[in-house]
């Protein structure tokens, strides 16, 4: 009994590591052109309303008028990675 423990132990020893296979891959979805053009029109927009806004209030400092156009960028960010 005590000689095929050890060769239990031996046959272990004797085999190579080896690493369990990668998890399969996801498949990676096509995006729809619309989507793009969404968003880089959205962030186009908020460059813009950003630039105009500097220009005609001229007494409301830059920081606030980024500041408000960066929480309505953050929301369309939302609204468009949870929703659309």
């Not at 990676?28 to 950003?50: H, K, M, N, Q, Y």
């Not at 960028?73 to 990675?81: H, K, P």
């Amino acid at each position: 009994m005590a000689k095929k423990h050890r060769n239990d132990k031996e046959e272990a020893k004797a085999q190579p590591f080896q690493p369990p296979p990668p998890p399969p891959a996801r498949e990676e979805e096509d995006v729809p052109a619309s989507r793009i053009w969404v968003f880089w029109g959205a962030v186009a927009l908020t460059v813009i309303t950003a630039r105009v806004l500097d220009h005609f209030l001229v007494n409301v400092h830059e920081s606030i008028i980024e500041r408000w156009i960066m929480v309505a960028f953050a929301l369309f960010l939302v609204v468009f990675l949870k929703f659309l």
